[in-house]
Nanobody
Framework: QVQLVESGGGLVQPGGSLRLSCSGS????????VLWYRQPPGKQRELVAS???????AYIDPVKDRFTISRDNAKKTAYLQMTSLKPEDTAVYYC??????????????WGQGTQVTVSS
């Protein structure tokens, strides 16, 4: 059974850094788009960053120039490097892997989430 597992969350002071990891036993992991989402306490889940099979990245404005998404297909792992962390970054962070061929069934895998708390 394939799955995603996140790690690397924790408590950090404002201005600090964390690197989140997302590892999976997905066959042909290199063909999946990987996305990071976050859900602050009492709020809706929001997309944070994504990286395609070609390596193209995208970020939402609040994290642009502070967060970096990357992937190591040989290790079947994706990363979210977070720097200059702010209290508003506090959330549960989730990894999502997605694959779809037009006209065929899409495939989605989610991790269990990892808590990131930014507080002084």
């Amino acid at each position: 059974q394939v799955q995603l597992v996140e790690s690397g969350g924790g408590l950090v002071q404002p201005g600090g850094s964390l690197r989140l990891s997302c590892s999976g036993s997905i066959s042909a992991f290199q063909t999946f788009t990987v996305l990071w989402y976050r859900q602050p306490p009492g709020k809706q889940r929001e997309l944070v960053a994504s990286i395609t099979r070609e390596g193209t990245t995208a970020y939402i404005d609040p994290v642009k120039d502070r967060f970096t998404i990357s992937r190591d297909n040989a290790k079947k792992t994706a990363y979210l490097q977070m720097t200059s962390l702010k209290p508003e970054d506090t959330a549960v962070y989730y990894c999502h892997a997605h694959f779809q061929i037009v006209g065929a069934t899409g495939i989605d895998y989610w991790g269990q989430g990892t808590q990131v708390t930014v507080s002084s």
